[in-house]
Each structure stands twice: as structure tokens, then as C-alpha cells.
T-cell receptor, first 112, second 114 residues
Framework: SQQGEEDPQALSIQEGENATMNCSYK?????LQWYRQNSGRGLVHLIL?????REKHSGRLRVTLDTSKKSSSLLITASRAADTASYFC????????????FGTGTKLQVIP | EAQVTQNPRYLITVTGKKLTVTCSQN?????MSWYRQDPGLGLRQIYY???????DKGDVPEGYKVSRKEKRNFPLILESPSPNQTSLYFC?????????????FGSGTRLTVV
């Protein structure tokens, strides 16, 4: 079953602008991860935020997590054409075994 | 280079003809997993393996088999493929069940069953 739901499904911005995408999930998590996928290729891990963290940065990426609202956001600052890709959140479930469940993704287009 | 290697990259086959998609990782990872990706459905887990000879079903295991005889290899077997198994398949691995970090993904196998 799908755990993460990204919003929006698609996003088109101009180069240099910031891109924000959101992820909502349903049940308690250990951590939440964001991945990037260039068209038809394998996913690349971007950043992980643990359930006891509220914000994390990595280069031009900023991730926030609100466990009370069961939501996360990924902000890409000063976007570049090379950021054009699909972005997925993945939730690592709380409970007895390790399982990562992926959302349906946000397709980001950065126009040069 | 640390990587997950899937083969083949593309495959067109006919209904009912058994096929195997291979997956190999060179990072000595214990945990490996297969996903399928379909438009509007995201990635769904098919099977996973926590270590050699330890495998378990994911969310969509019907029609698939796996084996884990060696740590590095985790093949996906379709005994009798059907058109609804047309999809983009990904193998992924991580160091261990308790590892807190991301997966390393293969480049994908695009399967078409006609």
C-alpha cells in the first residue's frame, strides 16, 4: 500500500526559482527519505530525515518534517535545469521490520 | 565503483515464457529488494531479502519469485509472464536491515510482455 503522497504531481518553474514539493504519509515512521529519478533511470538518494528531526539541509536542499501533521517538504533553492527530474519521498515504517514505501512522485521541470 | 547492476536493461517477451532479471551488487550489502514502477502508482515492493537464504514478500509478489543463494545476487524470476507485468523494474540494496540510510538503486529493467 502507498504510504507517501507527493504534492503537486507536477511542477514547472524557471531556472533560479525555488521549488517546493510536499509529502504526506499515513502511519508512524522511523525516518523519511527523498530520492531523485531522472527519466527512466534508477532512483538516487538525496537526503534522510529522522522522525526526531524537524529540519535538515544538504547543499541546495532543505527538508522539513512535521510528524504531528505526518508531512514533509523538500525545498530546492536556486533551481537549475539539471534539477529537472521526478522526486519521491519514501517512508521507513515504524514497527517490526524494515520497509521503505515510496510515494507517487512529483515531476519537476526547470526551464532554462 | 559501488553499484547495483541489473540485466537486461530492456526486454520484450511473450506471455508465458519464463524469464529472469538479474541483479548484482558489489557493496557486500545484506539487504536487497525488488520494486516495480508503474505510472501513477509509484514504486511498489515485490520481494525483499534481509540476507542469504532469507526472502519475504513485499506488496505485490504475485507472479514473481526470487532467490538469494549468494549475498551479491538477487534474481527476479517470472515463471509465466503476463501483460500486466509489463513495467519498469528496479533492484535496490542497502548495507543491512537496521541501516539508517538510503538504498542504492540499479538502472532499471524495462519489461514488455506481449
Amino acid at each position: 500500500s502507498q504510504q507517501g503522497e507527493e504534492d503537486p504531481q507536477a511542477l514547472s518553474i524557471q531556472e533560479g526559482e525555488n521549488a517546493t514539493m510536499n509529502c504526506s504519509y499515513k502511519t508512524s515512521i522511523n525516518n523519511l527519505q527523498w530520492y531523485r529519478q531522472n527519466s527512466g533511470r534508477g532512483l538516487v538518494h538525496l537526503i534522510l530525515i529522522r522522525s526526531n528531526e524537524r529540519e535538515k539541509h544538504s547543499g541546495r536542499l532543505r527538508v522539513t518534517l512535521d510528524t504531528s501533521k505526518k508531512s514533509s517538504s523538500l525545498l530546492i533553492t536556486a533551481s537549475r535545469a539539471a534539477d529537472t527530474a521526478s522526486y519521491f519521498c519514501a517512508t521507513d515504517h515504524s514497527g517490526g521490520y524494515q520497509k521503505v514505501t515510496f510515494g507517487t512522485g512529483t515531476k519537476l521541470q526547470v526551464i532554462p | 565503483e559501488a553499484q547495483v547492476t541489473q540485466n537486461p536493461r530492456y526486454l520484450i517477451t511473450v506471455t508465458g515464457k519464463k524469464l529472469t532479471v538479474t541483479c548484482s551488487q558489489n557493496m557486500n550489502h545484506e539487504y536487497m529488494s525488488w520494486y516495480r514502477q508503474d505510472p501513477g502508482l509509484g514504486l511498489r515492493q515485490i520481494y525483499y531479502s534481509m540476507n542469504v537464504e532469507v526472502t519475504d514478500k513485499g506488496d505485490v509478489p504475485e507472479g514473481y519469485k526470487v532467490s538469494r543463494k549468494e549475498k551479491r545476487n538477487f534474481p527476479l524470476i517470472l515463471e509465466s509472464p503476463s501483460p500486466n507485468q509489463t513495467s519498469l523494474y528496479f533492484c535496490a540494496s542497502k548495507p543491512g536491515q537496521a541501516y539508517i540510510g538510503g538504498y542504492t538503486f540499479g538502472s532499471g529493467t524495462r519489461l514488455t510482455v506481449v
